[in-house]
């Protein structure tokens, strides 16, 4: 089992930006898939972004043109740029990764 931490969340002012990370405890990302999941209070857990092993990506229309997932296969670590945020994208965000969760990063965006 891979062990996932998540770091680079936040409080940040309506239109700015963010990058969060989730390192990983071994090589993985050229194998798996990531997905990026996020859980506002009292909502589901929903799929943000994913990244297949082959560097496909996919977004949810929420935040498409405004996030960008990638990955550092050598750094063992994925990655969700944020830009525009919005006071909606206020949630904890989680990394997927072959069946493993991280801990999840606060992100809050509020003026």
């Known amino acids: 089992q891979v062990q996932l931490v998540e770091s680079g969340g936040g409080l940040v002012q309506p239109g700015g930006s963010l990058r969060l990370s989730c390192a990983a405890s071994r090589s993985i990302f050229s194998v798996y898939a990531m997905t990026w999941y996020r859980q506002a209070p009292g909502k589901q857990r929903d799929v943000v972004a994913t990244i297949t092993s082959g560097g496909s990506t996919n977004y949810a229309d929420s935040v498409k043109g405004r996030f960008t997932i990638s990955r550092d296969n050598a750094k063992n670590t994925g990655y969700l740029q944020m830009n525009s945020l919005k006071p909606e994208d206020t949630a904890v965000y989680y990394c997927?990764?072959?069946?493993?969760w991280g801990q999840g990063t606060q992100v809050t965006v509020s003026s």
């Open positions: 997927r990764v072959a069946g493993s």
